[in-house]
């Protein structure tokens, strides 16, 4: 079970703190699909990185499986590391534009000396990846800036799941992407997720992705235990509420728009 | 070749990409190619194409204008100017060249160091560079030679000189490229998938921040030849027997009162094609590389 237990983060700006995450709880089993809504800005992106064990938290802790997390990011243990993966919002930023896709998905077994860039394993491991998140061996080739956006989400999926993870975190990972090109996604992450028993957090925007995708979905503004709630949270569902609705209604009309 | 290797393979070697490249260039960076190319051939082969003794005093033959024995006619003590000049073109591009190493050395090692240090370090490393910067750099180097000629030689004074001037625009290129490549996601994802400190720096900094310092060397090049020869025309540089540029043409200074156009010329028009031909290439690799860094990089 992936833990975050009461996490706390506030970066520092231009006038003070910015409170990110603020005393946040969630829980992930193995084989879950939990999806974590929240409009931009309340702190989806930061929770998913320190439970990634990517950012240090200011207060709070976290624990995989039973193993606690006292230190993080470089400092953090290869192993306890590649438990967690993360898939971030935009592909683009998210490769390094100087390395080929094939070597970017290779990279993080490379990274961390589990195997060789020449071992013949490797390129076995690759194609076999290629093909289940959906990309052609040719483009393996290429760099980042000469394949698409939902090309390259592929190669940053298949580069996450490479290590074996035991939970993924999807931090937005088709808000950039065309409707047809994130069902693709999502159904080579059911699939993956089925077979190797892999707890995947959704975070998104979309109130409707989250429902029908996920088995339970929780509200970030829900998960801090904060007693009482004032006047300004319940205007911020109020209007949650109706982007939620808006957006229902825009993926009702993509999906007409859609080629049957 | 392992079956990685066939999976991953590059496409083409470095010698067909340089081809490929240089197949569109246009037409005036094809001809500062190849008179650079004549200019680093002549230079390397000085000894070879000129067989004279480049200090070879000929009292009977003084001040002649161009011949076909003297091509480029003599000096006031008969020396033959063909020769010198192209020992000329050997000894200021090898100045110019560690000079211009040097440099970027020092704007590099400050740069990363800036950028990893942060905090306090940083302020003060960049407000030193600030200094630095405000200096005239020309008159801090002729004060570098008057300090380090005794010490270092004429050679070493003036590599000193230009290395220790020519920096700071590069440290400050070098610093907010590593704080702005540190803030990339694609570093966090190496992170999450095991890289550590030394995978970072050597995998995703390094690769960042050399196309930079590249640049920053081939801008500095044509500068430091004309530094070479400034400080030299003054007296300051090489010895006065040494065939450097900048020693040839203060020789010309003098027999120009004489009539002697030819031997301030010729050494003239190499210095400009050196110079020329350097800045056209890194002109062009700029606009090529990085159109934020056409501002700064101005050196």
Redesign the interface.
């Known amino acids: 079970m992936l833990r975050a237990e009461r996490i706390s983060k506030s970066y520092r700006a231009s006038g003070g703190h910015v409170v990110a995450v603020d005393g946040a709880s969630l829980q992930l089993e193995r084989g879950q699909r939990l999806g974590l809504v929240g409009p931009s800005g309340s702190g989806k992106s930061t929770l998913a990185?320190v439970m990634?064990?990517?950012l240090a938290p200011d207060d709070g802790s976290l624990t995989v499986d039973g193993d606690r997390i006292d230190v993080w990011?470089?400092h953090c243990r290869?192993e306890l590391?590649?438990r967690?993966?993360?898939v971030?919002q935009?592909p683009r930023?998210?490769?390094?534009p100087?390395l080929?896709v094939?070597?970017a998905i290779l990279?993080?077994l490379v990274?961390?000396r589990l195997l060789a860039?020449?071992?013949?394993e490797?390129?076995?491991l690759?194609?076999d990846w290629a093909t289940r998140v959906g990309l052609t061996?040719d483009l393996?080739?290429r760099f980042p800036h000469e394949v698409s956006e939902g090309q390259l989400q592929r190669a940053?999926l298949a580069?996450?799941l490479i290590?074996a993870p035991r939970y993924l975190i999807c931090d937005e990972l088709s808000s950039m992407l065309d409707v047809s090109t994130q069902a693709a996604l999502l159904e080579a992450i059911a699939a993956i997720q089925a077979e190797q028993e892999l707890g995947v957090l959704l975070i998104t925007h979309d109130r409707v992705l989250a429902d029908t995708w996920c088995g339970e979905v929780a509200d970030i503004r829900e998960l801090a235990a904060r007693s009482g709630e004032g006047e300004a949270d319940a205007t911020q569902r109020h209007a949650s509420a109706r982007a939620a609705a808006l957006s229902a209604l825009v993926r009702g009309r993509q999906r007409r728009a859609m080629p049957p | 070749m392992s079956a990685a290797g066939a999976a991953l393979r590059l496409r083409g070697g470095l010698t067909q990409r340089l081809v490929e490249t240089a197949r569109r260039w246009p037409t005036y960076m094809r001809v500062a190619a190849g008179v650079l190319a004549l200019l680093v051939v002549a230079g390397l082969l000085a000894n070879v194409v000129a067989p004279l003794d480049d200090t070879a005093v000929d009292l009977d033959h003084v001040l002649e204008g161009p011949t076909a024995a003297h091509p480029m006619g003599t000096d006031e003590v008969g020396r033959d100017l063909l020769t010198r000049v192209l020992h000329g073109v050997r000894i200021s591009l090898v100045i110019a060249v560690l000079a211009s190493l040097a440099a970027v050395a020092v704007g590099a090692l400050v740069g990363v160091l800036a950028g990893t240090l942060g905090g306090r370090a940083d302020a003060v490393l960049m407000r030193m560079t600030d200094v630095f910067a405000s200096q005239n750099h020309f008159l801090f180097g002729v004060l570098l030679l008057v300090l380090f000629r005794p010490v270092l030689g004429g050679t070493g004074a003036i590599m000193l000189a230009i290395g220790f001037t020519h920096w700071p625009s590069l440290a400050r290129i070098v610093r907010g490229e590593l704080l702005s490549v540190r803030e990339r996601p694609f570093v966090l994802a190496a992170i999450g998938g095991g890289a550590s400190r030394h995978r970072l720096a050597r995998r995703h900094y390094l690769p960042h921040l050399l196309p930079a310092v590249g640049l920053a060397f081939v801008l500095t090049v044509p500068h430091a030849v004309f530094h070479e020869s400034a400080y030299s025309f003054l007296g300051l540089g090489l010895e006065p027997h040494q065939a450097s540029l900048g020693n040839i043409l203060a020789d010309g200074q003098r027999s120009l009162l004489a009539g002697g156009w030819w031997i301030a010329l010729f050494p003239g028009l190499a210095l400009l094609a050196i110079a020329m031909t350097i800045g056209t290439i890194a002109e062009y690799w700029r606009e090529h590389l990085h159109p934020r860094w056409r501002s700064e990089l101005e050196l």
């Open positions: 990185q990634a064990m990517l990011g470089v290869c590391r590649h967690v993966q993360l971030f935009s930023m998210a490769v390094d100087r080929r094939g070597e990279e993080p990274a961390s860039a020449r071992d013949a490797c390129a076995v690759l194609h061996y393996l080739e940053c580069r996450a290590v």
